[in-house]
């Protein structure tokens, strides 16, 4: 076969980006066709592509990829920080990131470890649970309540909002097209209200000064709205999906999950574990702003996009003697934050909310088990659970 001519149709539902295909396609060559322009499938090149300045964040192109060329998601794809470059890009993150900074978010840690044992509570003596629905989204969705100032009480309906506009980083995003745009509206009139609120009687949280630095003049009215309805759905949908992914894959190795129960000092690097190996971003864009010859055949013209392949890099034998899982082991950095000036604003929030509920889990569920196959979303694009039961030994409320 000749080098590069491998092509993986990552935008047919039934694609799995973790599949054999996709590993004997790295095996061949660094790179493969796509549905959505090049891949790149090896960690070093990978790497190496990610701090590349030759090369832009390249989601602003999303939903013409996939025929939406107006409308309100596209008017809004365009404006939200994923899709921002140079300095409206850096002007943003500014403004946004004192609240992500890890000396923000680790003194929230004891209030992580307060409400997984709350929910755990909730369905432990009962001995069965679907993890998605009482567990991963309750959680994810108060945990992001807390961080930028929202009423944790309304954390199901902004959830709900969440889990619709979370399908526009999906392959069927086009199919769901009118629930993401329900969605934007609901989510976009809820946010507004809050901003007129924090306008009226600011407090001490994230909202209240993205409402001051708007006053200030260092953000339009526009932008703001924009942000919060960006950092609602993305700070929710990601740790949600991922929470699912890490137990699926602590489950299927049985051994690692009793470690974590007794090592909860495990959590940390665990999360780092399963994002390597079962990552919910299973590929990362990029757009040439010029001709690139990236070697072994493939010449990128500018305009181009190329897709970085999380789990395939993140697996690659040639980076590590054994690829692996193991939660002892510190592998070669992965890819389930991006990279570059584009890396995860909340991966601060994401590793240490998911260190803190891995354990909880294993500790309270030390015999937990699938209980049937679950609902998942397509193994391309964003990926996760939709329902995932399980079942385990009944535990008493408040073990600990």
Partial sequence: MQTGSRFLDLADPAFDVTSPEVHAAREEAFWARTSYGYA???HAEVTALLKDRRFRQGNARWPAQNGITSGMFSDWWQKVLLSLEGEDHLRLRRLLNPAFKQGAVTPMVPGFTELAH???DGFGERGSVELIGEF??????????RLIGLPEDEWAQVARWADDLGKSFGVRVREDLPRIERALEGLYGYCDAVVRDRAAAPRDDLVSDLVRAQQEGRLSAEELSVALVFLVFAGMETTRNQL????QTLLAHPEQWRLLAERPELGRNAVEEVMRVNPTVTWITREALEDVDLGDGLVVRAGDIVQVLSHSAGT?????PDPSFDITVEHPMHMGFGGGVHHCLGHWVARLDMAVALPVLAARMPDARPDGPGEWLPVSGNTGAVRYPLVFTPTPAGGR
């Fill in 40 to 42: 790149v499938l090896r």
């Fill in 118 to 120: 709350e929910l755990v």
């Fill in 136 to 145: 991963a989204e309750p959680y994810a969705s108060r945990v992001l309540c």
């Fill in 244 to 247: 699912g992914l890490a137990v």
């Fill in 316 to 320: 690659d034998p040639r980076a590590q």
